[in-house]
């Protein structure tokens, strides 16, 4: 997807020739999603009358059925970037806006996955997906229903029954996964939901979380450490300048055929974005 923010590369000639681009978000004909345009977001500081610039004048588009996903190096404002569409944390300046909307604080259009599963341990996989479902007023029964499709499609039908702490750390981040889309929302804001588990695990959920997208698009925010991971499921990989006060640096369309499987991983061009972002990152890292 070509982004509006400043900074957008290509990866050379012989990989921007490919393919016919599809109607970009937020540049006409395809309405943004969700649209964070020239943001800065500041901590206070005890004890200091200044204010900590984490993150500075980022602009980026994210379209209706669109992954961006977001690399840079550690402590960058990648989280905060995230929090900040999830309306957890105020912006000082800029606009972040869903549906053209100011976000005010969060909602059930934007839910959030985390490192962490969080599930509650003292009640089954199938009431912790009900359970979000319930606090928005939905009955019990349909609750159930809606937990049992949920399990269903991240692949734990056999598993409604048992409590958190009989799954393995993958599983429970597929009910995590499907919590979040519990109250269906329309943007998923995960922030490096896969970075706890091994590395087979971590592939496992990569490829259902493309089989979900296919099924059911959303607007994705996705933060990543993990290069490949972010070339295998961005629609558009996004990299962040080194913090404080951090920007967009570049922001790369990755022009790779869908629907992705761990075929992707094989194609000489899935290689060449990687490479490409190892070297934007190694730049950004030494800035
Ligand atoms: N609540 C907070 N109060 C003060 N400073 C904060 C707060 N949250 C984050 N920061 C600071 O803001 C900067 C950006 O943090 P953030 O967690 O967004 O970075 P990140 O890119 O997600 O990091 P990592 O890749 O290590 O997870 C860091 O310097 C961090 O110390």
Same mark, same amino acid.
């Given at each position: ?7 957008? %590369? ?51 588009? !994210? ?24 309306? $957890?944390?105020?912006?000082? @300046?800029? &606009? ?20 962490? &599963?969080?599930? *509650? ?31 269903? $499609?991240?692949? *734990? ?20 996964? &499907?919590?979040?889309?519990? &109250?269906?929302?329309? !943007?998923?804001?995960? =922030? ?16 259902? $979380? *493309?089989?979900?997208?296919? =099924? ?6 996705? !933060? ?22 951090? @920007? ?22 899935? %290689?060449?974005?990687?490479?490409? !972002? ?10």
């Amino acid at each position: 997807m070509r982004p509006v923010s400043h900074g957008t %590369t290509k990866v050379g000639p012989e990989l921007a020739d490919i393919g016919e681009p599809e109607p970009k978000a937020g540049t006409g004909s395809v309405p943004a999603k969700v649209s964070v345009r020239n943001v800065t977001i500041a901590y206070p500081m005890r004890g200091r009358s200044k204010d900590f610039v984490a993150v500075a004048d980022a602009t980026f588009d !994210i379209g209706p059925s669109e992954m961006v996903c977001v690399v840079g190096p550690s402590g960058c404002g990648k989280s905060t970037v995230l929090s900040a569409v999830a309306g $957890l944390v105020p912006h000082r @300046s800029g &606009a972040v806006l869903v549906d053209g909307k100011p976000v005010t604080g969060p909602g059930s259009d934007r839910a959030v996955v985390f490192q962490k &599963a969080s599930l *509650l341990p003292w009640i089954t996989v199938e009431d912790n997906v009900a359970y979000g479902l319930r606090s928005y007023g939905v009955g019990k029964r349909a609750a159930r229903e809606r937990a049992r499709e949920l399990l269903d $499609l991240v692949g *734990l039908t056999a598993f409604a029954r048992s409590y958190p702490y009989q799954l393995s750390g993958g599983m429970q981040q597929r009910v995590n996964l &499907a919590r979040a889309l519990a &109250a269906d929302p329309s !943007i998923l804001l995960l =922030d490096e939901p896969f970075a706890a588990l091994d590395a087979q695990q971590r592939e496992i959920l990569q490829l259902e $979380l *493309l089989r979900i997208w296919s =099924d059911t698009p959303k607007a994705g925010l996705f !933060i990543t450490h993990q290069i490949d991971e972010a070339v295998l499921l961005g629609n558009r990989v996004v990299v962040s300048s080194r913090g404080p006060a951090s @920007s967009i640096r570049n922001a790369i369309e990755i022009d790779l055929p869908w629907p992705r499987s761990r075929d992707t991983r094989l194609e000489p061009r899935f %290689t060449d974005y990687v490479e490409h !972002i190892w070297e934007l990152l190694s730049a950004a890292q030494a800035e």
